[in-house]
């Protein structure tokens, strides 16, 4: 038994705080569920930006979702200050007794002491001062010369205060709801798809330098119709996002189902339930796709795979034997193209997602 652990039948509220992108996001959801788990009392809250939400609503593990703005700090110092009151209030009224902070954000220290919460769990950071360090009761650290799974490493978090997940509780849990579910049956239904399989590709990222080429894309799409597959693409509604999906689709002899701009992530996640084979790179889609239980064809170029690849669905990770990756740069010298990714030729890929398809 580890000497400090957490006796949880003495605790009634969780908060877990996780301030990043939607992806990262995601990742958190086996958190809830085995805190709920091993101790069904507890009431377990999330704190995370607004655009991230539906990452977590609808978790049955979740019992509220507390969200803070982006754009806050544009509405000036005084409106600034209510909203942040506004969300501090609503977090006392709550009354927790455990906070785990699973980002370097700030923001983690100085809500537990305002909240005077008594326990508090985060991850070791370096270069941090005394007030961070004295914020939290807990601290675990993250492997310094390996690789582990962001997953893994945010359950950590549990494992340091003596609560060890069991392996069948460390699955993704996303929830798209059945309102989100029946707008994703009619999208295709206008296009003669309903009921029918279909590969579902998402091409972009909101880093380009994360992006196969858009030539490569276009040629991978021709390779599935000739072979008589149904083509769905995705994109979010970013006009570079959308760029990119215009210079994949523009050379098509054939048209696929564009849904590019067009669903929300709860959509999003519908439409990938229903998909045989998601195909993409290093993205939040991707993750959605995993938590999905759709499997997955995925390129990393400059990204990690040990650490953000697709967990616990079937895969296929498509990487080259750059000895230099992954770097984590903006592209091969901050140039937002990235060698390693296009060196990735297309029949690896098809011969991953045919692979993909004959397993399932």
């Not at 939607?22 to 507890?42: E, I, M, Q, R, Y």
């Not at 799974?149 to 950590?156: A, K, N, Q, S």
């Amino acid at each position: 038994m580890l000497k400090d652990a957490i006796d949880l039948s003495r605790i009634s509220r969780v908060l877990v705080i996780k301030l990043r992108h939607h992806g990262d996001v995601l990742l958190t959801s086996p958190v809830f569920t085995v805190l709920k788990n091993h101790a069904p009392h507890l009431e377990v809250d999330a704190l995370v930006y607004q655009d991230t939400a539906e990452m977590l609503t609808y978790h049955p593990s979740i019992s509220e979702v507390h969200t803070i703005n982006r754009n806050w700090k544009k509405l000036g110092p005084l409106r600034q200050a209510g909203e942040e009151w506004r969300l501090l209030s609503c977090l006392r009224a709550r009354r927790y007794d455990l906070i785990i902070h699973l980002t370097e954000h700030n923001r983690g220290a100085w809500l537990t002491r305002l909240l005077g919460v008594p326990h508090a769990v985060t991850r070791n950071v370096r270069g941090r001062g005394r007030f961070w360090r004295n914020s939290f009761s807990h601290s675990f650290p993250v492997p310094g010369r390996t690789f582990r799974h962001t997953v893994e490493t945010h359950l950590d978090a549990l494992r340091r205060i003596g609560l060890y997940p069991d392996e069948s509780e460390r699955m993704l849990t996303l929830v798209p709801g059945e309102a989100a579910r029946s707008d994703v049956q009619q999208k295709l239904a206008q296009h003669g798809l309903a009921g029918k399989d279909f590969i579902h590709i998402h091409p972009a990222s909101r880093w380009l330098f994360k992006c196969w080429p858009a030539h490569h894309m276009t040629e991978l799409i021709r390779s599935l119709q000739d072979q008589g597959h149904q083509i769905v693409i995705t994109a979010a509604p970013d006009m570079a996002e959308q760029a990119l999906v215009q210079e994949v689709l523009a050379p098509l002899e054939r048209p696929v189902v564009d849904l590019s701009g067009q669903l929300s992530l709860k959509q999003l996640a519908a439409l990938t339930g229903m998909a045989r084979v998601f195909v993409g790179v290093d993205s939040a889609p991707m993750h959605i796709a995993a938590a999905m239980q759709t499997p997955v064809a995925v390129l990393f170029g400059p990204s990690g795979d040990l650490e953000w690849g697709p967990w616990r669905v079937p895969h296929r990770v498509l990487t080259s034997a750059h000895i230099c990756r992954p770097c984590g740069n903006d592209g091969c010298g901050g140039s937002k193209r990235s060698e390693c990714l296009e060196a990735i030729s297309v029949e690896r890929v098809l011969a991953a997602v045919q692979e993909l398809l004959q397993a399932r």
